[in-house]
């Protein structure tokens, strides 16, 4: 293996890369895009949940209860219903997700025996945010209820017994203000890495294929370990660029805590771009059309890291079958790495199970993709 020749093959790759708008395209818009419209576009903080109310009775106890309501940051009010078929139209219609309704003798109730019920309908189209916003809208009653339950007891001249047995205070570690921001944003350069990496390289030996250069790429004395450095080297370069400008985005912009250290970092960032470099470089040395390679490579990357990796759903909370074909996705150690050196400050000998698995599917889609190209034209 001779630089000479690795060079030559990345400096004429390196003037494709110049010369070809639509890799010029995927390389400066696809991160900044991905970053942004991710970053402000992915947010599973549920909060102004649209309620629209019903009061039946319109009493001071009543009104009391939707003050509650309105003073919650979960909750928007909208303006007051005054019939059952208006809060179906509502709900139906999409303009509040959650009605309460309050009954005629609402305060008779809490004046002759301390309680009352409250009528809550949700629209359940979107069932994760129907049960946030049933846990949120519980919450309020519950609070509201306490003080009630506190002024009915002190009416009849009893005591109220404020100490409780056992009490629990909670403490959030590594996302103290639970914004779900924190937990998306560093899942997204794992995201911007498997799309532009793979994308381009996929296109590196379909395009000698399609502009007819194959056979002046076989004739020359180049070895196959060595076109496959010199094709992936500028690509590396240009992974670890953006990389940079989507982490600087993440730590700077969205203000995402980064406790780890950049060791640490770049070096599982590398061995991440090697994996998602060489998935696009074996798909393009096995199909010979560009538009066919760029869409496999599309299917192998960023499909898994989308939904396998635990960017955006838990793997804890998939089906058995489905965590255990986790395994095999590459992105589901990097995207647990780089939460882990953002929020957690984590060791190396809290990471090492990870690292070495990358590092491990690192090696083998390197000896792979190796293999994958032979100097013939069969």
């Known amino acids: 293996m001779k630089w000479r020749r690795i060079k030559a093959i990345v400096v004429k790759e390196s003037l494709q890369i110049v ?51 309105a003073a ?23 303009r509040c997700n959650l009605a309460i309704v309050i009954p005629a003798g609402f305060s008779k109730g809490l004046a002759d025996n301390g309680g009352g019920s409250v009528q809550a309908l949700l629209d359940a189209t979107d069932s994760n945010t129907a049960n946030i916003a049933a846990n949120y809208a519980r919450s309020v009653v519950a609070a509201y209820s306490a003080g009630v339950q506190m002024e009915f007891i002190r009416n009849r001249g009893g005591t109220v017994q404020t100490l409780t047995p056992v009490d629990m205070q909670a403490r ?25 990496g793979a994308q381009l ?14 056979e002046l790429l076989i004739s020359t004395p180049v070895q196959p370990m060595e076109l496959m450095i ?26 995402v805590p980064f ?13 991440f771009l090697t994996v998602v ?17 760029s869409q496999v490579a ?32 590459s992105a589901r150690y990097y995207v647990t790495i780089i939460k882990a050196l953002f929020l957690k400050g984590s060791a190396w000998t809290a990471l090492l199970a990870p690292i070495l698995c990358l590092a491990l599917y690192a090696l083998v889609m390197v000896f792979f993709a190796s293999r994958a190209f032979r100097k013939t034209l069969d």
């Open 201 to 214: 390289t996929s296109l590196t030996i379909a395009r000698e294929w399609e502009r007819g250069t194959m």
């Open 19 to 69: 010369r070809d708008p639509r890799s010029l395209m995927i390389v400066l818009l696809i991160p900044l895009l991905q970053m942004f419209m991710l970053g402000y576009g992915v947010n599973l903080d549920v909060q102004h949940i649209p309620l629209c109310v019903h009061d039946r009775e319109g009493s001071q106890a009543s009104q009391g209860l939707l003050h509650q309501f």
């Open 230 to 255: 010199g094709k992936l080297l500028p690509y590396f370069l240009v992974g670890m660029v953006d990389a940079s400008i989507c982490l600087a985005l993440a730590v700077f912009w969205f203000e």
């Open 298 to 329: 599309l299917l192998l990357t960023m499909l898994p890291t989308t939904l396998l990796s635990g960017f955006t759903f838990p793997i804890d909370q998939m089906p058995p079958a489905v965590q255990a074909v986790t395994y095999i996705v």
């Open 277 to 293: 470099l060489c998935i696009g470089y074996y798909v393009s040395v096995a199909i010979r059309s560009q538009v066919g390679a």
């Open 259 to 271: 406790r780890g250290t950049l060791t640490a970092l770049f070096l599982t960032t590398g061995l």
């Open 172 to 196: 959030v570690w590594f996302n103290e203000d639970l914004v779900s921001r924190n937990f998306i944003v560093p899942g997204i350069v794992a995201l911007v890495m498997a799309i532009v």
């Open 72 to 94: 919650s940051p979960y909750f928007s009010l909208q303006a007051p219903m005054g019939s059952d078929a208006e809060i179906r139209k509502s709900l139906d219609s999409g």
